[in-house]
């Protein structure tokens, strides 16, 4: 449920931003988001997360992995001349974890989802590619990415991922809740 919750939180900000384009408006400088030079909406959000090893099979027995980082997201949004959006949401995040035996890690997440819209269709399709690792001085390792194809409607009232590659077990795909990659 975390990695819904967060995905879900990262896509309304996205929806939030893609209506403000559409509507001719943008956030402005101070908001949590602003514009760069290219007109891409970056935004920079803390976050934390819990992983156990009841959810990580990759993870030795009683691991309780608690991490915190910060989150940045790329949103580039175009239309063309033949009204086809196309969206990418770039997103890095990195921090540090501890464990339930005070060793320490330090992990890194990358999302990418690259999609495309073709009015009157309030559909997307797209590919996300996704990554959680983390190391460090304790017994825990995790090593998860998958590939999958995206399919939604604009409000996020669905969404379908189909993987087409998947290492470390990262979630789980019927539900999209997390397993070994809590981001």
């Not at 931003?17 to 514009?35: F, I």
């Not at 949004?77 to 949401?89: F, M, N, V, Y």
């Not at 991922?161 to 981001?183: E, K, N, W």
Request: aromatic residues 8%; hydrophobic residues 40%; negative net charge.
């Amino acid at each position: 449920m975390r990695l819904l919750s967060t995905i879900l939180t990262s896509l309304a900000l996205v929806l939030v931003t893609h209506s403000a384009l559409a509507a001719g408006k943008g956030p402005s400088a101070g908001n949590a988001a602003g514009r760069n030079a290219n007109g891409a909406i970056k935004t920079e959000t803390p976050v934390t997360f819990t992983i156990t090893a009841a959810q990580c099979p990759s993870l030795p027995a009683g691991t309780v992995l608690q991490g915190s980082g910060e989150l940045r997201n790329i949103v580039n949004t175009h239309t063309s001349g033949r009204g086809i959006t196309r969206q990418t949401t770039t997103a890095h995040a990195s921090g540090t974890a501890t464990d339930q035996a005070g060793n320490t890690y330090a992990w890194v997440y990358a999302n990418q989802l690259n999609e495309t819209n073709t009015p009157p269709s309030l559909d997307w399709f797209g590919k996300m590619i996704d990554h959680f690792s983390l190391a460090g001085s304790g017994p825990a390792h995790i090593n998860a990415n998958f590939v999958a194809d995206s399919y939604h409607d604009t409000a996020y009232s669905f969404w379908f991922l189909t993987p087409q590659s998947v290492v470390g077990d990262p979630i789980d795909f019927t539900s999209l809740s997390a397993r070994c990659d809590p981001l």
